[in-house]
């Protein structure tokens, strides 16, 4: 990273990277976004997150310890969110509060387990889903976000 | 409130700047497109990654009402805003979308809860409405300056309003499902509604009903039980034929106070502990 500005000159990534390397508390959401962006595009920080917690917890347990409070903290700031019942009203602005930066990127996996109790789509039908499902692997960034470059 | 209907709030907290939302520029801020097609067996699907980062909302492109499409897009964002919705890859059927039935799955429910909230906010809602009467006239008002339908708007009254009021949905002349107010405590035996003696069922043979609320017999609607408590049961129904659905609103304007707990308990009592055993090994005398 060229660092020949000026020091009064505002340098968004190189006061990213002095956090990263420094003191990366003090990072704003907006920063982590680009942090997990460059370093793991199209991934959930929060599930890699609380895999994480969960492997240590796991060792932990092992050695018939109780998983310290940061890693259960970790695990349950992270945890998969499974039903809307009974969660406090924090969990789900938490949720709202995560609806940030939208991924523009290639999607490699898109999650297409479709539902449709009623019976299988027709062919005709499912030639639109396998459509969407093409433009949903493109990379969308650059464009007008309705798929116009 | 629900909590799909909270999610909605905070959503519409965070990212809607008008009222009511644009919903293009809702999905934008989100990450989605919304893509119209021309689908022949699903209204609405969400098309999405498993990360929840991007996704496409596809809508049935020849839904007449523009507030229908409007609710299956708002119906779609909720799946792709409900962490657990996400990978489902939704596939919603008409019956689905803008239905209150309460035996669809807990995912159409929730996301049906979200979509209305985030296109009738019960918040500005509560101001809008007078929630004194039930009306078509004033529901229909609401739900053209909201862009939503009548079944909405109306779900929306129910869940603010003090009236002991309810609507029902019926099909082909057999009633699917009901919304009622809290204060609406009346039991509604749907596979026998609508009775011949409503106006709905005149309506699906073809007979003229009133143009607004009028007294019904109650136990056109009620359980035969229920029907003695009420002295005035209002009702108005409405043909919508592009469903072969006749939506209907009742009122209950004036009744008994039903049995308190405190009565039925003292009936309870009066019951012989000897003739009603759990297994039953003895009948009443």
Known sequence: ?149 | MTPAASLANYVAQKFVKTVPPDLTALCRDLGLRIREVPARGFDGALIGSKAGQKGIVAVKASIREKSRKRFTIAHEIGHFVIPHHRNLGNICEERKIESFDSHLNGPEIEANEFAAELLLPSALLRRRFNLAELSLTQISAVAADFGTSLTATTRCFLTLTDLPCAMVWSVSNRARWFVRSDSFRFFLPLPELPANGSFAARIFRGESAPAELAPVRPDAWLDREAAEHVDTLLEHSISLPNYSAVLTLLWVYKAEPLPTRDSQETLLEDLDPEDFTLNRRRWPR
């Open chain 1, 1 to 149: 990273m060229p660092r020949d500005k000026q020091p009064n000159q505002p340098d968004p990534e190189r006061d990213l990277l002095d956090k990263l390397f420094g003191t990366p508390e003090e990072m704003a959401e907006e920063e982590l976004d680009m942090l997990y962006e460059a370093i793991a595009p199209g991934t959930d920080a929060a599930a890699v997150v609380h895999g994480l917690a969960a492997d240590a917890a796991v060792e932990y347990r092992i050695q018939h310890r109780l998983p310290p409070d940061h890693v259960q903290a970790a695990l349950d700031a992270t945890r998969d969110v499974k039903s809307l019942e009974n969660l406090a009203p924090s969990r789900l602005r938490q949720i709202v509060d995560a609806l940030t930066a939208p991924y523009t990127g290639a999607v490699k996996d898109p999650a297409y387990a479709y539902r449709n109790r009623e019976g299988e789509l027709d062919t005709h039908d499912q030639g639109i889903i396998d459509k969407l499902t093409d433009e949903l692997r493109e990379d969308w960034s650059g464009d007008d976000g309705e798929g116009k470059k």
